[in-house]
């Protein structure tokens, strides 16, 4: 996951804001082997504490490395895990970005590259302090456009990079 982070988020510039908190080592990654809702939503609920206790950490990757491959399985999770934002009243504290090695935007084919800008080798509950992006946000200039150009980049690399590039890191991984 780190070298995802390295080469794609970063590397691609799919979040602006990363490169900063990747060099100064704020992002954890917490490899959970959840194979079931109850169980992902304990790692959740616990990776969610430590990001709320530790100033240190700005931001955490649930990895999810041991289940949730299939992209339906997932999405139910991902519907509990807000629920669980919303129950623990961390609305508006945290939030929580959704990425999967089958990702798929709605009114989309599979094959769409624009589907690779949310896919990962592993399926990943990202974790953010929702203050400190509305403050990247804020400066940001026109940061709308930020999933647009995602999709212009995903688009000139091609489906067939994303795939070879998804298949090395989980082997890797």
């Excluded at 990747?22 to 939503?41: C, F, P």
């Excluded at 990962?120 to 974790?127: G, K, R, S």
């Excluded at 990079?161 to 991984?173: I, S, V």
């Amino acid at each position: 996951m780190r070298q995802w982070v390295a080469e794609v988020v970063v590397g691609l510039n799919f979040c602006p804001f990363a490169h900063r908190e990747v060099e100064k080592n704020r992002v954890l990654y917490v490899d959970s082997s959840a194979q079931s809702i109850e169980s992902a939503l304990e790692d959740l609920a616990s990776a969610m504490q430590q990001l709320l206790e530790d100033e240190q950490i700005e931001t955490t990757l649930l990895v999810l490395s041991q289940g949730f491959h299939d992209f339906d399985d997932y999405l139910d999770l991902l519907d509990y895990a807000q629920i669980t934002l919303r129950e623990l009243n961390l609305e508006g504290t945290l939030q929580i970005a959704s990425f999967h090695p089958h990702y798929q935007f709605a009114d989309t084919a599979d094959d769409d590259v624009s589907n690779y800008t949310n896919r990962a080798p592993f399926p990943v509950l990202h974790l953010l302090r929702e203050a400190s992006l509305e403050k990247v946000l804020a400066r940001y200039p026109n940061p709308e456009a930020i999933p647009e150009r995602n999709i212009e980049v995903a688009q000139q690399r091609g489906v067939i990079y994303f795939q070879a590039l998804l298949e090395r890191l989980r082997d890797n991984g």
